[in-house]
């Protein structure tokens, strides 16, 4: 069995907690949850024949005066960048979520989830530019959550 480290990353309230929570247990709760520092999960799976433990670290979110400890950053293989497709500002985040990433693990490997996509029109979700590692994702209604983890899984194994 192989173990890897991967990251939540993402701006404060884009649904990070409950992206790992639908994943893990299939559960979605309306009642915000704010994670103070870290929570970490683990979920096994099968990739190409090769069993994996994912560790999800599920760190707080970031705002302007409240950075992410480089600590977090250590050891991981891989994250998953998260927001809120109805919140623009977050979307505008992405960049800098995946430049700290990269500057501690330049060999790590990311996915992208615009969260939310259940608040979004169809004439929204064509406005956003999706490519083969970013995906709409709902913690409320599950949309591409398991394609999403699986896609990061079989990355870094490669």
């Known amino acids: 069995m192989i173990r890897k480290k991967i990251l939540m990353l993402g701006d404060f309230a884009v649904g990070k907690t409950s992206l790992v929570r639908h994943y893990i247990d299939n559960t979605f709760d309306d009642v915000y949850l704010t ?5 970490v999960s683990k979920k096994m799976l099968a990739v190409n024949h090769v069993e994996l433990e994912l560790l999800i670290w599920d760190i707080e979110g970031e705002t302007p005066s409240k ?14 960048i998260v927001c809120d ?19 501690f693990n330049r060999e790590a490997k990311y996915v ?15 406005t ?17 959550i398991d ?7 079989k990355e870094i194994l490669l």
Not at 67 to 80: H, N, Q, R, T, V
Not at 112 to 126: G, M, T
Not at 147 to 153: D, Y
């Open 128 to 144: 956003l530019s999706l490519s083969e590692n970013t995906f709409l994702t709902s913690a409320k209604d599950g949309s591409q």
């Open 85 to 103: 497709a109805s919140r623009k500002e977050t979307v505008e985040g992405i960049r800098e979520h995946i430049g700290d990433l990269l500057a």
């Open 67 to 80: 950075k992410i400890p480089k600590a977090y950053f250590k050891g991981a293989s891989g994250a998953i």
């Open 147 to 153: 394609i999403l983890f699986t896609t990061l899984a």
């Open 112 to 126: 992208i989830a615009y969260n939310k996509s259940d608040l979004l029109s169809a004439q929204q979700k064509e």
């Open 35 to 39: 994670t103070i520092g870290v929570k």
